[in-house]
Nanobody, 122 residues
Framework: QLQASGGGLVQAGGSLRLACVAL?????????TGWYRQAPGKERELVAY???????TYADFVKGRFTISRDNPKKTVYLDMNSLEPEDTAVYFC?????????????????WGQGTQVAVSS
């Protein structure tokens, strides 16, 4: 139902833009959308989420570096990542929450994308 893309290999200090596109019957404007990441051997953790009203929330470790935004006509939510660090290396997932508010809790999300790999070299 969701398709994440935009990952790749980048040097430390570089930038990437991830995109999460809603497929088929999901109207992204009716869902809060979150970006999570999971590094090898670690639990999935919240990066940022955006509510249907546009309110944004960020994990402390990305504040000032990452920006989440949405383009409802394109059914797409973006994650702009700047000043990337090797510690940002992970698979990044997007998820949609039908409550519209967004959440830190992975169990509150109804749909998940397949993930896109981000690798940051030092």
């Amino acid at each position: 139902q969701l398709q994440a893309s935009g990952g790749g290999l980048v040097q430390a200090g570089g930038s990437l833009r991830l995109a999460c596109v809603a497929l088929r019957s999901i109207f992204i404007s009716a869902y809060a959308t979150g970006w999570y990441r999971q590094a090898p051997g670690k639990e999935r953790e919240l990066v940022a989420y955006i509510s249907t009203s546009g309110r944004t929330t960020y994990a402390d470790f990305v504040k000032g570096r990452f920006t989440i935004s949405r383009d409802n006509p394109k059914k797409t939510v973006y994650l702009d990542m700047n000043s990337l660090e090797p510690e940002d290396t992970a698979v990044y997932f997007c998820a949609a929450d039908s409550s519209g508010t967004g959440s830190y809790n992975v169990n509150d999300y109804d749909y998940w994308g397949q993930g896109t790999q981000v690798a940051v070299s030092s």
